[in-house]
């Protein structure tokens, strides 16, 4: 990625949530520490929700091939959602602007200026179509955004990387990965799943499209939008 995501002194947060893209995370910046010409530190955090006993030490064995500091958070989010969210809304989103809010809370304690999240292409794609689709903007996910606090940055490594590649690379590397056991996302957050499905559908139809789509969000000729 042409963005300098990482610089020398950098102290990283990592959010593991358990799932395929947390998982490459955590392995690419781990092989990445130990190959760079830069040296940064790394502490990988995971947020607490819903989380069982043997959820949490399934992550604490994965965790131990890797000699990175690593911490279960303790947090309030169901909580919140319950008490926040309006009917009708999606209960993914809300949960992760908490989960965000969680990490630089954790970021904060831990002494770390950055905080890294596992998104994909997909996913900025997705976001990319859900936000013209339905709410009438142009926004997608950026690989680096100071956070309102104006103390953290939030860096999106895994932009460039494919999903299918991702799922592919975890099968290779046999993460122990686990789901999550929100069971309210299912009702609430379909039209994602919509959109999911139609890019899906487009690639299949026109291999390349999806790579076509993410180099339109770096080439905006903006004389041609009202």
């Known amino acids: 990625m042409e963005k300098e995501l990482i610089k020398d002194g950098d102290r990283i947060l990592i959010g593991l949530s358990g799932g395929k893209d947390s998982w490459s995370l955590v392995h690419f910046l781990h092989a990445f520490q130990r190959k760079a010409p830069i040296k940064y530190d790394i502490k990988v955090v995971t947020l607490d929700v819903m989380l069982s006993d043997y959820q949490k030490k399934k992550l604490k064995r994965g965790m131990k091939r890797y000699d990175l500091d690593y911490y279960v958070w303790e947090n309030k989010i169901e909580k919140i959602i319950e008490e926040k969210r ?127 789509l993410l180099a339109s969000t770096k080439n905006v000729t903006n004389n041609h939008i009202f």
């Open 86 to 212: 309006r009917p009708g809304s999606s209960y993914c989103s809300l949960c992760a602007r908490m989960r965000r809010a969680y990490l630089y809370k954790a970021a904060s304690e831990l002494g770390c200026n950055k905080v890294a999240l596992g998104h994909h292409m997909d996913d900025l794609l997705e976001t990319l179509l859900m936000n013209m689709f339905y709410h009438g903007n142009i926004k997608g996910m950026p690989a680096s955004l100071s956070a309102q606090n104006g103390i953290h940055e939030l860096i999106r490594p895994m932009l460039y990387c494919a999903e299918a590649d991702i799922v592919e690379f975890n099968v290779d590397h046999k993460f122990p990965i686990i789901h999550c056991a929100c069971t309210k996302s299912k009702k609430t957050d379909i039209k994602r799943k919509y959109i999911k499905s139609v890019l899906k559908n487009l690639e299949k139809k026109d291999p390349g499209l999806k790579k076509s």
